[in-house]
């Protein structure tokens, strides 16, 4: 079972979260994005964010989002609610699990946030710009950049990437503002000759 938030390492959490950040906002009031926010998660009803379509399955499930039923989920989503779209297979580490659930307890009004963790080094030769940190954590979740940098494709070829690695490899689809911003990157810094 996790650790209770106040006990997790909430600076290493909040590094882990870096990739579920491709998926969820964590600001108060904050939109949507492929997941529900995920600010005050931390004991409100699972499935509740209002306006968010949630999976049946996950609806279900009902309770609160307690440390230890956010482990369970974060351990094996399909086991937990089996049918969510969440598209993460699970985090099998039970200590980067109570981790992240110590960085998502302090989200919440008068959580005490901490500090933002900084970004990976993606090396010197992932460029610095707009759309760094989101086409590389995003392409770093699954592959070595190295691969990523080798490709020099169009954009309307990384474009067609984007969208075979969602419908065939279950990769989560980013908002339009997002993925234009991570095509603009790849195009201009791993693009055709």
């Known amino acids: ?3 209770e ?3 997790a390492d909430a600076a290493a ?8 950040g491709a998926c969820h906002s964590v600001t108060p009031d904050g939109a949507a994005l492929i997941g529900p926010n995920l600010w005050g998660v931390v004991g409100r009803p699972v499935a509740s964010v209002p306006g968010f379509d949630y999976s049946a399955e996950l609806k279900a499930v009902g309770g609160d989002w307690t440390p230890a039923q956010i482990d369970r989920f974060l351990a094996d989503p ?9 598209g993460l297979a699970g985090i099998a580490d039970p200590a980067e699990r109570a981790a992240l659930i110590g960085y998502l307890g302090t989200l919440r009004e008068g959580g005490g946030a901490v500090a933002a963790a900084p970004l990976p080094d993606f090396g010197a030769d992932w460029p610095a710009g707009p759309g760094q940190a989101e086409a590389g954590v995003l392409c770093n979740s699954c592959h070595s950049l190295a691969i990523v940098k080798q490709q020099q494709l169009s954009r309307e070829t990384w474009d067609k990437l ?19 911003l991570i095509l603009d990157y790849l195009e201009k810094n791993f693009g055709a000759p």
Do not use: I, S, Y
Not at 13 to 20: D, S
Not at 78 to 86: L, V
């Open 1 to 3: 079972m996790a650790t």
């Open 5 to 7: 938030p106040a006990h």
């Open 13 to 20: 959490g909040a590094k882990a979260f870096l990739v579920c």
């Open 78 to 86: 399909n086991a937990f609610a089996p049918g969510t779209r969440m």
């Open 162 to 180: 984007l969208v075979w690695m969602v419908e065939e490899q279950g990769m989560a689809e980013q908002v339009p503002e997002r993925r234009d």
